[in-house]
Every structure is written in C-alpha cells, then in structure tokens.
C-alpha cells in the first residue's frame, strides 16, 4: 500500500509552520556539529522553556509535582528531559529516544607532524563512513581542550567566513592508475586521512620541522593551548558549512548530521508543544555514541536513563526498586532513528514495497538488523497498532519501512536496548538520502510530520 505524498495536503497555514520549524531545524544543524554542542543547544533551549536540572531538584529535595519540568545533561553529551505527568511513574512514561553523535572523523591524541613540508593531523574515522568521501572537501575543527589544570578551551575552526578551512588530500586522476583498480572500501585507507593544517614554516629558526612549529605558535597564541594538550583533547572533524534548503522548489535540505539530528530535533519540537500537564510523565532523550554501538558511559547501554528515572520516582514521593522496574516495563518508547529513503539512482539496494519515500511522513521500522533480523528489537503487533492508531488520529502522515534489501545489509538504533527493560518500543524516524555521507538529504515534509507524529506520541500514547 502506497502513502500518498504529504505536501499535498498542507494549506498554506502549515507550509508557514513547516517552514518555521526548518529554519529552526537549520539553525541547529549549524551549532550543533558534535555531541556536545548538540547537547549546550538542548541544554540552552530547555531552560528557556522553563526546565530545571535535575540535580538542583535533588540538592534542594524538591518535590515534584504534575506539570513539573527538569532536565539532566549526562557528561555533556546526552541529555533527558522531562515533564511529570498525573499518573504515578509506575504506571510507564511516554519517551522519544535519538542519538545525537554522527559519524564523522576524529583527531588523535598524538596528532601533529609535518611532512613534505606541509603540517598534518592524523586522524581516526568513528561510526561507518566512505572513507572516499572525505577527501578534497573544505573540513572544519569542532570541540574541546582540556588542559591539566581542569580549565577548557573550545575550538571552533572554518565555520566563520573569515576562517580558514581544513582538508584531505586525494591523489590526482593522472597519476591514479592504481588507486582506481581497488575496491571503494580501498580507495583511501584509514590511516591515509590525514588533515592538512598548515604549509609556512617559521623563520629564522634552528626547529627542523618548522612548518609544525609555526603551527603550533598559532595555536598557542589564538588558543592558548600547547602541543601536549592535545592528549586530553576532544576534536572532531567535519564538513565545513552550513544546513541549506535544497531543490528549486526548496522542499529539502542539505546538510551534515541528518543522522540523528533530524529526529533529535524532532523530539525537541515536540516536547516543548506540551502544554498542558500530560497523563503520564513525557521523557525527551538523546543518547551518544550509538554510531559505534552505544557503549561508553554516555551510550544508551550506559545507566544514566535508569538513574535518572529513579531519581524523579524519589522526588515524586513513590520510589522503590520494584516500583522502579514495573515503570520501566510498563513505559512505551519511540527510537527515533533515521530510515533509508529510497533512492532511485540506487533501486536495486531497495524493496520498493517495503521502502521510506522522502516526503510521505515519518517513518516506522517494525523491525531494524541486518540479514535474518539480527540485532533487531522487532515491535510486536499490538504495539503497532497503538502506534498506528495515535498518528491517525492527530492526522499525522507515516509510513512503514525496512532499512533495504533482505540480504543486502542492515544496521541497528537503541531500541533494543531500552526493549531489555521489557518495555515496548519501535522505531521511528526520518528518511534520509546519502546517510552516513558527509552531506545528507531529508524532506522538510518529514520532519514537520515527525514533529506532529512525536508530540502525539508524547501526550497520548
């Protein structure tokens, strides 16, 4: 059954707000290139809706009543909120999960060196990329500096139009005879990311390697930070530029971070339409380091949503370990995840009954994995049907899909990991086209009926 195209259905009162929430959407993809500034966003936006940490609630023994909203922000890199409900948590609360890491390049912790005259970083891919498609593009430097003294310096380098930009190297096509022969995975090797930074050495100088030396009194002058500091070092490599609409029509939009921003923003539209004291208590959640499985203490395999919910049924006056985990059976999810949109310069990769078409509304994956279902939540049928009923009611355009061709390969979100605490989840998301590229490609369609379908999910499921 094919779903019809949502844009012909909008008047021109929801074009207005469908454009309102991409330009907004933009504006976060361009100040949030990492996990940290995607979090400093949320952070900075919660607050202005009238969210408190969470942590000022505990210090103070807060109690919390219905209508009550808070925050935490673990290590800086996740991020929950939520808002109490009437309903005592044991009962579940209505939670919309993303991630907010993207696949990208990192610096290593001893990065600098200099070669042919020309200063380098060497680097380390993170999460699944086309090593190839790095290369030759203008590269900006987004992160922190910790040094020893606890003090930090944040980098933002060739996103101003007065900075100057990084890149990778490629080799030149008259001299690529062999290079062409590989394999794509091939092409560029890992090791072979290298970052050019700099090409004028220093003068009047006995340094033998003075092109790093004057790339490294550079960064000691503008940055205040010296080359052993980059062993505490966070920096992250990604593309340089901003968010733009795409097409002549202006129906979508180019940008770096699709995958999860899209529906990390999503989830923060939706959240912040909450008006009234909902039902049952609303959670806001993105969770890092899902491109690479989700581990580490700010991955979702970590503790900190458990803590967090136990901490709110504490401050609620109900808490007990058993309450704790009837909550959490009892709690319903969405991950919201990106879904691969059908591409037909690419038909053969897909099922085209089974495919997300950008434009025709957010997108449920039953299922997720890879081959046979492997790393699959897998929703049951009744939840589906809940789900189902909830977008149709709030008119809210969806549609339901697989991530490709059975066989062909597949991939995974959180939902099975918040599915451990036997709660029910699916996956939903928005289609993206060139996922995992440096440039991705969604429909502003999409992520307005992500909006609509994630806030109807909030207050009625």
Not at 61 to 83: D, S
Not at 306 to 322: H, I, K, P, R, S
């Amino acid at each position: 059954m094919e779903r019809e195209n949502a844009w012909k259905k909008y008047d021109e009162k929801a074009i207005e707000c469908l454009e309102g929430i991409s330009a907004r959407y933009r504006d976060f993809l361009d100040k949030g290139k990492t996990e940290r500034e995607c979090a400093a966003y949320a952070v900075d936006m919660a607050e202005k809706h009238g969210f408190i940490p969470l942590e000022k609630a505990i210090a103070e023994g807060k109690k919390l009543e219905p209508g009550a909203k808070v925050y935490t922000a673990p290590m800086g890199k996740a991020i929950m909120m939520f808002i109490i409900g009437r309903e005592p948590m044991e009962k579940g609360i209505n939670i919309v999960g993303a991630h907010i890491d993207s696949p990208r390049i990192d610096v290593k912790q001893n990065p600098l060196y200099e070669d042919g005259d020309l200063a380098y970083l060497d680097t380390h891919y993170y999460g699944g990329i086309k090593k190839y498609q790095w290369v030759t593009l203008p590269l900006a430097i987004h992160g922190v500096v910790v040094k020893k003294d606890g003090s930090a310096v944040n980098v933002v380098i060739g996103e101003d139009e007065n900075d100057p930009v990084l890149c990778i190297s490629d080799l030149l096509i008259h001299l690529s005879q062999e290079q062409m022969q590989k394999k794509a995975a091939e092409v560029i090797g890992g090791e072979d990311l290298n970052l050019i930074i700099g090409g004028r050495p220093l003068k009047d100088t006995e340094e033998k390697e003075a092109v790093k030396a004057n790339v490294l009194g550079i960064i000691k002058e503008k940055y205040g930070f010296e080359e052993e500091d980059f062993l505490s070092a966070e920096l992250e490599i990604v593309p340089a530029g901003r968010a733009r609409e795409l097409g002549f029509d202006r129906s979508m939009i180019l940008g770096y971070g699709h995958d999860d921003r899209v529906c990390a923003y999503a989830e923060l539209e939706a959240m912040f339409m909450i008006e009234d004291v909902p039902q049952r208590t609303c959670c806001l959640l993105f969770a890092d380091k899902e491109e690479i499985g989700s581990v580490g203490a700010t991955g979702m395999q970590a503790k900190y949503f458990e803590n967090a919910f136990a901490e709110l049924m504490n401050l609620t006056g109900e808490y007990c370990d058993l309450k704790l985990r009837r909550g959490l059976a009892a709690s319903k999810m969405l991950s919201c995840d990106v879904s691969a949109g059908y591409d037909p310069n690419f038909a053969s990769a897909f099922e085209r009954k089974n495919a997300a078409f950008l434009g025709r509304g957010v997108c449920f994956n039953k299922y997720t994995g890879s081959r046979g279902k492997s790393g699959s939540n897998d929703a049951n049928a009744e939840y589906m049907a809940e789900v189902r009923r909830i977008m149709d009611d709030a008119n809210v355009s969806f549609q339901t899909a697989e991530l490709g061709r059975v066989d062909l390969g597949g991939g995974g979100t959180i939902a099975y990991i918040c599915a451990l605490y036997c709660m029910n989840v699916i996956d939903s998301g928005v289609a993206v086209l060139s996922m995992h590229a440096p440039w991705e490609i969604i429909s502003k369609a999409d992520l307005y009926e992500a909006v609509k379908g994630y806030n109807a999910f909030l207050v009625n499921a």
